[in-house]
């Protein structure tokens, strides 16, 4: 993965930094399939490997394929990035060991959806009972924001087109 | 890409069982991996993939703009619509235990009914997003 991402920061050509990402989704859904995260992965696979590389591809189509050389040095923004990247890591070492079973997320609500999941909803897959049992408004929620994306690109790309008409005429 | 005889013959064999796995997920997400959103996505990527290989006005008579817009906003009221359910039948919003007989039906139930519109709101904006960039595309094209 980390081979792939310097490729992709490296490369020029738009066309394969697409097909990079394309791969690296694809590696990042077998990293979370070895964590036995198997419904993520499935997601990871089918939107980031999948969909977003045909739109990514669709918007190549529309705006060629090599990158504009930039035009300053952006030394501000690796430093701003340089600061983030040491405060991530200064934070992750308050964070419990990976994997420890008493880490507070492992002790708060985890045991009572493992043990009362299936009694309660009759469902075998806890991660479909938390969502969309135990969390429904959250996925609700989720669901809200999948709508309003959509209906945000009906928006904006439709009156694009018609503008293209009126200048047509 | 409609000219290449290997992606079309191949595509023809292979959409009906993408079609079939989608499902699959969706149902069967009670039991294994999967639920709406993964099976939202891969109908839509069934549908993309069609449309990559005969064209967007094949795709676009295939699955027309009104079924997909109204697909969208069906999935919002159909989820909300299983909260009102439960409102209906005396228990609080979005609560399933009162949907059937037993509350480990109604969970069954309302779990299931909640997923298909998650299914149906995320793969007709896929799908929107795909006409609407493709779309974009052929209109800059003809002038």
């Known amino acids: 993965m980390a081979v792939t991402v310097f490729a992709i920061v490296l490369q020029r050509n738009l066309f394969s930094v697409v097909v990079?990402?394309?791969i690296y989704s694809f590696l990042m859904a077998t990293v979370l399939v070895a964590l036995d995260a198997v419904d993520v992965a499935m997601t990871e696979a089918s939107v980031g490997a999948g969909i977003s590389t045909v739109l990514l591809l669709?918007?190549?189509?529309?705006c060629g394929g090599e990158e504009a050389k930039p035009m300053a040095r952006p030394w501000l923004p690796l430093a701003v990035a340089a600061v983030i990247i040491g405060a991530l890591v200064y934070g992750t070492l308050g964070l419990p060991a990976f994997s420890d079973p008493s880490a507070p997320i492992?002790?708060?609500v985890v045991p009572r959806y493992l043990n009362e999941a299936l009694k309660e909803t009759g469902v075998p897959n806890?991660?479909?009972?938390?969502?969309a049992s135990y969390r429904g408004y959250d996925t609700l929620g989720e669901v809200m924001v999948v709508f309003t994306a959509g209906a945000g690109v009906i928006a904006l790309l439709r009156r694009a087109r018609k503008r293209v008409d009126e200048a047509r005429q | 890409m409609r000219r290449f005889l290997v992606l079309r013959v191949v595509g023809?064999?292979?959409?009906p069982f993408m079609l079939v796995f989608a499902f699959y997920v969706l149902f069967h997400g009670d039991f294994g991996p999967g639920g709406g959103f993964q099976a939202g996505v891969i109908a839509a990527a069934v549908v993309i993939f069609y449309g990559l290989i005969f064209g967007l006005p094949a795709v676009r008579r295939m699955v027309p703009d009104a079924i997909v817009e109204t697909m969208v906003g069906l999935g919002v009221l159909l989820y909300a619509g299983v909260g009102v359910a439960g409102l209906v039948f005396g228990g609080n919003y979005l609560d399933y235990f009162v949907l059937g007989s037993d509350p480990v039906s109604g969970q069954h139930r309302g779990i299931f009914w909640i997923e298909m519109g998650v299914a149906i709101t995320v793969s007709g904006v896929m799908l929107k997003i795909f006409y609407m960039f493709a779309g974009r595309g052929r209109s800059l094209?003809?002038?």
Not at chain 1, 126 to 131: E, Y
């Open chain 2, 12 to 15: 023809k064999l292979l959409i």
């Open chain 1, 58 to 62: 669709g918007a190549l189509y529309l």
């Open chain 2, 141 to 143: 094209e003809g002038e």
């Open chain 1, 126 to 131: 806890v991660v479909t009972a938390v969502l």
């Open chain 1, 106 to 108: 492992h002790v708060h």
């Open chain 1, 20 to 22: 990079l990402a394309g």
